[in-house]
């Protein structure tokens, strides 16, 4: 993992999951997986995360939620579809309320499939989202000098 000036926080969002990876994640985030060694910490408000964890697919009326959540995080920001309904609607695609995955809503920057899916995947996302979002940064940052 490369170097980053701050620890990567992330906000984590069941879109209408069945719960299986939303208590993933937060074993991933316990100390059993224990991804705070890379210095990943969860927080509640959007304006304070890097990271986008997405769960659950998108449908009519989380929609926009997801969307205002993405909105109200600060630039550079990364988003992480985690588990297959994330990412592509999973079981539940042909419902007749579901739009799909997240990217249907948002853009996504990682995905990361399972059923549930387990811990170590979560961690090596958001691993790979603080590598994208350095490089965002770093973009940022550059464009901030140019201008």
Known sequence: MSYLSKSPWVVHYDAS??????????????????????????????KHADIFLVTGSVNERNAPIVKQIYDQMVEPKVVVACGVCACSGGIFHDCYNILGGVDKVIPVDVYAPGCAIRPESIIDAVV????????????LALARKGA
Not at 37 to 45: A, S
Not at 128 to 139: D, G, H, N, S, V
């Open 128 to 139: 790979e989202a603080t590598k994208i979002l350095e490089e965002k940064a770093e973009a």
């Open 17 to 46: 999951s069945c719960n299986g990876c939303d208590i993933e994640i937060l074993a991933a985030l316990c100390p059993g997986f224990d991804a705070e060694r890379f210095g990943v910490v969860n927080t509640g408000n959007p």
